[in-house]
């Protein structure tokens, strides 16, 4: 912190002189307190500290640690945090929110523009469950991998499993279709094919009709 200039101590020469010494000591005492706030304080006592007196840029790096803030709750910040690195996070509702569990594959997420949960081995290989799908809006739940995609989605009364290449349905046992005493099994006997003999049933239906 500077020091005021008081040189010229006594003897004075004579009255004219001290008053003349006290008037520019005076000057520098009020020039002094003028801008203490530019000045480099190395300690500061005081009780009341006015709001709005004390800036960011005034702060020095590092010099507010964690032990040294306490508050109920930071719903009055608002603003871009940046990058932020946490050990644990508690909230009770959070909204608007993109996650992902790697910035790189494989991965999961949780997206909040699609509206979807998934997971992703590569950009065009994964499973998804979308709250809104694309066909018409109802929720679908849709696997993609080698150019080739399936859904389960609701269309209407109906719940529909569609493939955008051929559908193959295996197990290790039996395939039982069983719907209630009331359903029906549709198939078209024209497009139900003998995987043996590659006629379809309706082929080797009318061969037989004159039978």
Same mark, same amino acid.
């Given at each position: 912190?500077?020091?005021? +200039?008081?040189?010229?101590?006594?003897?004075?020469?004579?009255?004219?002189?001290?008053?003349? #010494? %006290?008037? +520019? *000591?005076?000057?520098? *005492?009020?020039?002094? *307190?003028?801008?203490? =706030?530019?000045?480099?304080?190395?300690?500061? !006592?005081?009780?009341?500290?006015?709001?709005?007196?004390?800036?960011? =840029? @005034?702060?020095?790096?590092?010099?507010?640690?964690? +032990?040294?803030?306490?508050?109920?709750? *930071?719903?009055? %910040?608002?603003?871009?945090?940046? !990058? %932020?690195?946490?050990?644990?996070?508690?909230?009770?509702?959070?909204?608007? /929110?993109?996650?992902?569990?790697?910035? /790189?594959?494989?991965?999961?997420?949780?997206?909040?523009?699609?509206?979807?949960?998934?997971?992703?081995?590569?950009?065009?290989?994964? %499973? #998804?469950?979308?709250?809104?799908?694309?066909?018409?809006?109802?929720?679908?739940?849709?696997?993609?991998?080698?150019?080739?995609?399936? $859904?389960?989605?609701?269309?209407?009364?109906?719940?529909?499993?569609?493939?955008? @290449?051929?559908?193959?349905?295996?197990?290790?046992? +039996?395939?039982?279709?069983?719907?209630?005493?009331?359903? #029906?099994?549709?198939?078209? $006997?024209?497009?139900?094919?003998?995987?043996?003999?590659?006629?379809?049933?309706?082929?080797?239906?009318?061969? #037989?009709? =004159? @039978?």
């Amino acid at each position: 912190m500077p020091v005021p +200039d008081i040189s010229g101590l006594p003897p004075f020469a004579d009255f004219n002189d001290v008053t003349i #010494k %006290i008037n +520019d *000591l005076v000057q520098r *005492l009020r020039q002094l *307190l003028l801008t203490l =706030d530019t000045l480099n304080i190395r300690s500061l !006592h005081a009780k009341v500290i006015e709001a709005e007196t004390i800036t960011g =840029d @005034k702060i020095a790096a590092n010099s507010v640690t964690a +032990d040294k803030i306490e508050v109920n709750e *930071l719903s009055a %910040i608002s603003a871009n945090l940046g !990058h %932020i690195t946490a050990g644990l996070i508690e909230a009770v509702q959070i909204f608007g /929110s993109y996650i992902a569990t790697s910035q /790189s594959y494989p991965r999961a997420e949780m997206s909040n523009t699609e509206n979807i949960f998934a997971t992703y081995s590569s950009p065009s290989s994964y %499973i #998804k469950m979308a709250a809104v799908g694309p066909a018409n809006g109802s929720p679908q739940f849709s696997v993609s991998g080698g150019g080739e995609s399936v $859904f389960l989605y609701q269309q209407g009364t109906q719940s529909l499993l569609h493939s955008t @290449k051929n559908l193959m349905l295996s197990s290790s046992n +039996d395939i039982d279709l069983s719907p209630s005493y009331s359903g #029906k099994v549709w198939v078209s $006997f024209s497009q139900l094919y003998d995987i043996d003999t590659g006629e379809s049933l309706r082929k080797q239906l009318d061969s #037989k009709a =004159d @039978k």
